[in-house]
């Protein structure tokens, strides 16, 4: 199976994850289909009592992207570190930190996103220019000194200088700062009696690596894309040719965007970036691993997670339809559990993919006494969350979801402790049928962290996959619409 037709299974999985909960804590799931986070407008205090902050991004395979089921990329490693940084700062507890939900999503929504409220940082590489600062604002710069060069493949037209340009076609995200910079060299060309650049809008889903992908099979005639990662590509991708001399923008900048009206936020931000920006030690590191030395765009078909899920993804879909659950959802506690590797075992004496103890399985409830092969493990898993509903989550009162993540609780702290967490969320005015808001609050009080980390982890492994997959399947469209005629 191949990763994209991996992707598209996710794609078609019953529920997605909708972001923007009332009570503005971690997103909760929603059939049937994806909704931007509801739009919020609101500064740094409001995201802390919220414990979110939402972060749109595009998928890229340098900058977001899986690793097998693992979330990567440079901007990813940032907005972790990001996370960590603003949880030291706002000295928030540590049972209930303030989380940054990614949002990937199309470049040409991210910022009419932000200006809604429905994003409130947009982390995606994104140049500054005096168009865009007239709608967002942006946080202090990563990097300077930025230019956007022409990058030629083995079929395209000789060029010696950007006049050279003139009347050909240059194949462009119109969101992108590449379209302004076009804009700009025709107004330059038409002033000298040459004929202007045509600018063709190619789909939002299309990345930089994308275009130059087809640059270098001889599809499209060259790209217009930054220099940094230009130079990385030329170097993965055979055929290409990086023209330094050729430059349409020079001295550009390089940041996160943030609504207007979030001058706390942007403040956090500004102190976060000295830190690991271009020429700091962190942010040294993570281009080096990222656009130099980058193993998963290298390989991309040797990630183990990405083999390991493959090999058992029939046995979730088996199983949790079976048992009545969402077959993405239990993937996503497997991961949470074990990363989906069979041989794990905890000092507690838990086994395999769904980190069962042989006791809880051979129970008569559950009736699986060998749980050591995938399949076994699996199902035995799904079959105890399965008896964790009915025989503590049999209330009519309570919906599906929250059945359902309120039985994750249960798989991690116990039944019994599921029920001193419902019973003090009640004593505290809260839920006892609500988990995100509600019930978390209470076993964070009771427990600690850990459950709540565990449920909220599960739920951002599935919301990530499954915009992950929507926008592979979006991209695989659009380049099948460029390259035919």
């Known amino acids: 199976m191949t990763w994209l037709t991996l992707c598209l299974a996710l794609l078609f999985a019953s529920w997605t994850l909708a972001a923007g909960a009332d009570d503005g804590s971690l997103p909760e799931l929603q059939a049937p289909s994806f909704s931007l986070p509801s739009a919020w407008h609101g500064d740094l205090d409001g995201m802390r009592e919220r414990r979110l902050i939402r972060v749109g991004t595009a998928f890229s395979r340098t900058h977001y992207f899986l690793d097998g089921l693992t979330q990567r990329g440079l901007t990813y490693d940032l907005l972790q570190q990001f996370e960590e940084f603003l949880n030291r700062e706002l000295e928030t507890p540590k049972a209930l930190p303030v989380r940054i939900l990614i949002v ?15 994003l409130d940082i947009v982390a995606a590489n994104l140049t500054i220019t005096p168009e865009r600062s007239e709608t967002v604002a942006f946080a202090a710069p990563f990097g300077v000194g930025t230019a956007e060069v022409v990058v030629l493949g083995p079929e395209s037209p000789a060029l010696a200088s950007l006049d050279d340009l003139a009347g050909t076609t240059a194949y462009l ?11 700009a060299l025709n107004r330059s060309l038409v002033e000298r009696g040459l004929a202007p650049v045509l600018r063709f809008a190619v789909d939002a889903h299309l990345e930089d690596e994308d275009l130059l992908e087809m640059v270098a099979a001889g599809i499209l005639p060259y790209a217009i894309v930054d220099e940094h990662k230009a130079r990385f590509w030329a170097d993965v991708i055979d055929g290409l040719t990086l023209r330094e001399d050729l430059a349409l923008r020079e001295g550009a900048a390089i940041a996160w965007a943030l609504r207007k009206n979030t001058s706390e936020l942007q403040a956090l931000v500004d102190r976060f970036v000295p830190d690991v920006k271009a020429g700091s030690l962190t942010g040294n590191i993570l281009l080096k ?3 130099r030395d980058n193993p ?17 993804m029939h046995l979730f879909q088996e199983y949790a339809g079976r048992y009545g659950f969402d077959w993405l959802l239990v993937a996503a506690q497997a991961y949470q559990e074990s990363r989906i590797d069979q041989t794990a075992r905890s000092p507690a004496g838990a086994i395999g993919i769904m980190q069962l103890l042989p006791s809880t399985a051979a129970d008569p409830a559950v009736g699986i006494p060998d749980i050591s092969t995938e399949e076994s493990n699996i199902h035995a898993g799904t079959r105890y969350l399965r008896v964790l509903v009915d025989q503590y989550l049999a209330d009519p009162e309570l919906d599906d979801l929250n059945r359902t993540l309120l039985a994750f ?29 509600h019930a978390e609050l209470a076993a964070a009080k009771l427990i600690g ?34 390259e035919t005629p």
């Open 409 to 437: 609780a249960a798989y991690n702290a116990g039944p019994g402790n599921l029920n001193r967490i419902r019973n003090r969320a009640a004593e505290m005015d809260l839920d006892p049928n609500r988990w995100f808001g």
């Open 104 to 118: 990937p999503m199309p470049r040409d929504r991210l910022l009419p996103a932000l200006a809604a409220g429905h």
């Open 289 to 291: 691993r990222y656009l």
């Open 296 to 312: 998963w765009v290298r390989n991309p078909g040797a990630t183990v997670d990405r083999k390991r899920f493959e090999a058992v």
């Open 173 to 183: 995200r119109e969101s992108s700062s590449y379209w302004l910079s076009v804009e």
């Open 449 to 482: 962290r850990e459950t709540v980390t565990y449920v909220s982890n599960i739920a951002k492994y599935y919301f990530a996959f499954r915009l992950i997959a929507e926008r592979i399947e979006e991209r695989e469209r659009a380049r099948q619409a460029v």
